[in-house]
Structures are given as structure tokens and as C-alpha cells.
């Protein structure tokens, strides 16, 4: 059973950074290439983030530049360094596979940037 925990999120002022967790479970994580998505209410959640091998890293333009995306697979762990963050950003986060084909969604991490 495929499970996805989240974790990391808070409220930040404009310009402010976090680190976003995300623990994997139930599958062989390093053959997926994985991603984090932001949703805010009312849309589908949106792919900001995507890699696949350690320097295999692809972003949404609107995060170009500030975000970060890393993993450890020992650990069954993918990360997001958030940096310079800006109001557009807030929402909440979810990691899932970077596919067509997603998992059960987890639980998700509020981020919230005030200015």
C-alpha cells in the first residue's frame, strides 16, 4: 500500500524559506521519478517540481530559480527547498509520482507566505 506523508509546511513572510519533506512508503522509490505538486483551492494540484536521478531536476516556470528539489533514496525520501518565497506560493503541497499515473494523495503541508 502506497503511502505518502508530507511534512514541513508553515507560514512564512515574503522572502522567507522552508524545507518540505516528504517520506514514501509501499513502493521501490528510487526506480520513480518523483515531484511535488502545489495546489490552491479550487484547482488541481499543479507539478512545480520533478526529478528523477539526483541531477535529473526539471521546474515550473513560476518557481524557476527559488525551488529546489532533491532526494534520498536510502531514506525513501524526496525533498523541496523553498526559497524567496512569494505570496503565489502559498497553498498546500503534495508529493506524488511524476507520472500521468499518480498515487492516492497523502495528507498534503500547508504553506502559507504573507506579505
Known amino acids: 500500500q502506497v503511502q505518502l506523508v508530507e511534512s514541513g509546511g508553515g507560514s512564512v513572510e515574503v522572502g522567507g524559506s522552508l524545507r518540505l519533506s516528504c517520506v514514501a512508503s509501499g513502493f521501490v522509490f528510487s526506480v520513480y521519478a518523483m515531484g511535488w505538486y502545489h495546489q490552491v483551492p479550487g484547482k488541481e494540484p499543479e507539478l512545480v517540481a520533478r526529478?528523477?536521478?539526483?541531477?535529473?531536476?526539471t521546474y515550473a516556470d513560476s518557481v524557476k530559480g527559488r525551488f529546489a528539489i532533491s532526494r534520498d533514496n536510502a531514506k525513501n525520501t524526496v525533498y523541496l527547498q523553498m526559497s524567496d518565497l512569494q505570496p503565489e506560493d502559498t497553498g498546500v503541497y503534495y508529493c506524488?509520482?511524476?507520472?500521468?499515473?499518480?498515487?492516492?494523495w497523502g495528507q498534503g503541508t500547508q504553506v502559507t507566505v504573507s506579505s
Open positions: 526529478i528523477e536521478g539526483p541531477l535529473e531536476t
Open positions: 506524488n509520482r511524476a507520472a500521468r499515473s499518480l498515487w492516492p
